[in-house]
């Protein structure tokens, strides 16, 4: 459950004509290719056969290249949603206290409140994108002090964002284990790395206002996508507060329920095209097992089942709530049980 600017999945479709008017000038271009490509060849045994084997060697070449060119277009609207979004990027909170040189408090609320308004996009502290990447808003904290912030992620970032070829690699390929996974080593929602680092999978939904204008249109897809997953069940939602549970029951989801969702060639382009915030009807419930597979294959799902328990209820009926419409909600304590 990673919301993301609905202009980003939404780009992709668009692209499409694109491509396909690209491809038709392409398609000319074979047409017009003198046939010594094939001609040359003693396998031919005529014209006839000399001439069907140009054809087909045309008509697969052309496939391959239409491909190609269109996980790259795809790859590069991405990166240019990425920079075009970023707008006044700014660093965690804590680097521009540092920077700033915040000497009382009024100012650290200015940028505190700097901070929250930006949604999606920042910049590490390598100068990397980093999108979701949050800590937890001021008023949903409570006593908590999260004093873990990964400075170590971002391997896989760069100034535009993530690489046309880390996009298409197999999430489980992103990391190798250990106390990385593939949300820190893209800097895509980071925040979830932070929240393991923390141990509390509530930083990740605090850090995030899904009633914000810019993630509001995310909101019915993303509660959609945790009814059909089940986390809004009260198996999940008690275990909001204890990391350790909740991570032992994201693993035996990974390795039980959501193995047959093709975890280990799941990739970052995938999760887009799974990200159809546009479509009334979705996901469905494959749709909505394969994004949660993503996130088995990024390397936690706990942060996903953490974010569905915190943000939404059952109101029955088929209907769900979304924070204080559920009776109970509290923005420290979360979604009561």
Not at 29 to 47: I, K, M, N, Q, Y
Not at 57 to 85: I, P, R, S
Not at 278 to 306: H, I, R, T
Request: proline share 5%.
């Amino acid at each position: 459950l990673h919301p993301i600017p609905p202009s980003i999945p939404s780009a992709l479709p668009s692209a499409l004509p694109v491509s396909q008017t690209m491809a038709g000038a392409q398609r000319l271009l074979f047409l017009l290719l003198p046939a010594f490509v094939v001609t040359g060849s003693e396998s031919c045994a005529d014209v006839a056969s000399c001439a069907a084997a140009e054809d087909e060697w045309g008509l697969d070449a052309l496939m391959d290249q239409e491909e190609d060119e269109a996980a790259e277009l795809e790859v590069t609207l991405l990166q240019t949603q990425l920079k075009q979004q970023r707008g006044a990027v700014t660093e965690p909170l804590s680097e521009l206290n540092q920077q700033a040189g915040a000497q009382n408090s009024s100012e650290s609320e200015d940028l505190a409140k700097a901070s929250d308004d930006e949604q999606f996009l920042s910049l590490d502290h390598n100068g990397k994108v980093c999108m979701l990447c949050n800590k937890p808003l001021a008023q949903r904290a409570g006593s908590r002090q999260y004093t873990e912030f990964r400075k170590d992620c971002g391997r896989r970032s760069t100034e535009t964002g993530p690489s046309a070829e880390d996009m298409a690699l197999p999430a489980v390929q992103l990391w190798q284990g250990g106390d990385s996974n593939g949300f820190c080593e893209l800097n895509f929602a980071k925040s979830c790395a932070d929240a393991v680092a923390n141990k509390d999978y509530l930083y990740w939904p605090k850090s995030l206002d899904l009633e914000h204008p810019s993630m509001r249109s995310n909101v019915r897809w993303d509660s959609r996508y945790c009814t059909l997953n089940g986390f809004l069940d009260r198996s999940v939602v008690e275990l909001q507060h204890n990391f350790t549970a909740m991570q032992e029951r994201a693993r035996e989801l990974c390795q039980m329920k959501y193995a047959k969702r093709g975890i280990e060639n799941l990739t970052f382009l995938d999760m887009l095209e799974l990200s159809k915030h546009e479509d009334e009807a979705a996901p469905s419930l494959v749709e909505a097992e394969k994004m949660a597979a993503w996130n088995c294959a990024m390397g936690d799902l706990g942060c996903d089942m953490a974010m569905c328990a915190y943000s939404f209820c059952d109101k029955k009926e088929g209907k769900t709530g979304l924070y204080s419409e559920c009776d109970g909600w509290d923005p420290v304590a979360g979604m009561p049980f």
